[in-house]
């Protein structure tokens, strides 16, 4: 496979390890043959399903916990990893930015879920136990966030509830926080650094993040403030703690 696909992407700097894990004498030849792997992977557990004759009776969802890397001589642009978002540097894995945190997610269920259909329903990992408890008749244990997608997957749109928001928050990399409130999304980065500006974009109009709009929406900066202040708990580990929010030093 090496072979062929280092024939298909043709000459390449060597990747000499200064950006994290091992050098690597062909780093896009290497990665594409990872997620060609990984593919033919999936393909061997769905064959294996058929030989158990469990598969008609199997959910697959494949999906990644965050965006493509920039670490480890990854060259995700070369290979519109996230289209159409930025993967450098600050747009992509380890930041909030829709780069970092929006990924596509696969089910598979024959005879459940219509084939070649797609869904703009806006969920998150959180939801995957709520929806897993009631595809299995299990009640969900209280004071959980997530709201099961089970409607969405059975095409049954209409039954299917949505987050009012979701937030998330990230200690590394200086401090960041962003919230999804229906088509805006605002961010605030460089918190330990004593930044509480809150960037905000329409993500309608402007998918990429590059229009900040704070300024003409003072009303929506106010609501998804509250929900910042709401949302965040000091953490445990005190090093992942944001003196700026107000987390306490030790």
């Known amino acids: 496979m090496g072979g062929i696909l280092s024939q298909k992407i043709g000459p390449e700097e060597h990747y000499v390890g200064n950006k994290g894990y091992f050098p690597c004498q062909y780093p896009r030849t290497t990665y594409a043959a990872m997620i060609s792997y990984l593919d033919e992977q999936v393909g061997d557990l769905v064959k294996h399903l058929k030989a158990l004759n469990i598969y008609e009776n199997t959910l697959i969802i494949f999906s990644s916990d965050n965006g493509p890397?920039?670490?480890?001589?990854?060259?995700?642009?070369?290979?519109?990893?996230?289209?159409?978002?930025?993967?450098?540097?600050?747009?992509?894995?380890?930041?909030?930015n829709e780069g970092g945190i929006r990924v596509p997610m696969i089910a598979s269920w024959p005879g459940k879920i219509a084939a070649n259909t797609q869904s703009d329903h806006i969920s998150c990992f959180i939801d995957v136990l709520p929806t897993l408890c009631e595809l299995t008749d299990i009640d969900t244990p209280p004071g959980l966030d997530g709201i099961s997608f089970l409607p969405t997957l059975m095409g049954e749109v209409d039954k299917q509830k949505i987050h009012e928001y979701l937030y998330w928050e990230f200690p590394e990399y200086n401090g960041q926080q962003a919230v999804r409130l229906g088509n805006f999304k605002a961010i605030r980065k460089n918190i330990q650094e004593g930044n509480l500006e809150i960037e905000l974009y329409d993500l309608s109009t402007d998918i990429q993040e590059l229009n900040n709009v704070a300024k003409e929406h003072p009303e929506i900066v106010l609501k998804i403030k509250t929900i910042m202040i709401k949302e965040h708990s000091p953490a445990t580990t005190e090093r992942f703690r944001m003196l700026a929010l107000g987390d306490p030093s030790s």
């Open 69 to 96: 890397t920039y670490t480890g001589g990854a060259d995700t642009p070369f290979f519109n990893s996230a289209r159409p978002f930025n993967t450098e540097y600050g747009w992509g894995k380890g930041f909030v």
